[in-house]
Nanobody, 125 residues
Framework: QVQLVESGGGLVQAGGSLRLFCAASGRSFSIYYMGWFRQAPGKEREFVAAIRWSGGNTNYADSVKGRFAVSRDNAKNTVYLQMNGLKPEDTAVYYC??????????????????WGQGTQVTVSS
């Protein structure tokens, strides 16, 4: 089993920045990739970004390209999501996820077997 704990959410004004953290524990050596998803009220969960645990290759949703950056610290078993230029439409609960399927950097939530509890990000206009 892998346990994921997110932190770093909060309230920020439009144009501001936040950094989310996701700490992995347990059988973290079995993780091939980690991702960030978000879900706004009344909307479906959507992919935000993903990163390979080994090598660090990344993938982003078009809506966050150029504003968000995902990175990892293997020694700390931690993944980060740096969010810059935040917009009100970025308001959502952000979830960290991990997986080990054969897909390289999946965007579908079904390819992730482990999920964190979520952290709220609210962007005011």
């Amino acid at each position: 089993q892998v346990q994921l704990v997110e932190s770093g959410g909060g309230l920020v004004q439009a144009g501001g920045s936040l950094r989310l953290f996701c700490a992995a524990s347990g059988r973290s050596f079995s993780i091939y990739y980690m991702g960030w998803f978000r879900q706004a009220p009344g909307k479906e969960r959507e992919f935000v970004a993903a990163i390979r645990w080994s090598g660090g290759n990344t993938n982003y949703a078009d809506s966050v390209k150029g504003r968000f950056a995902v990175s990892r610290d293997n020694a700390k078993n931690t993944v980060y999501l740096q969010m810059n230029g935040l917009k009100p439409e970025d308001t959502a609960v952000y979830y960290c996820a991990a997986g080990n399927s054969v897909e390289y950097l999946p965007t579908r939530g079904t390819r992730y077997g482990y999920w964190g509890q979520g952290t709220q990000v609210t962007v005011s206009s």
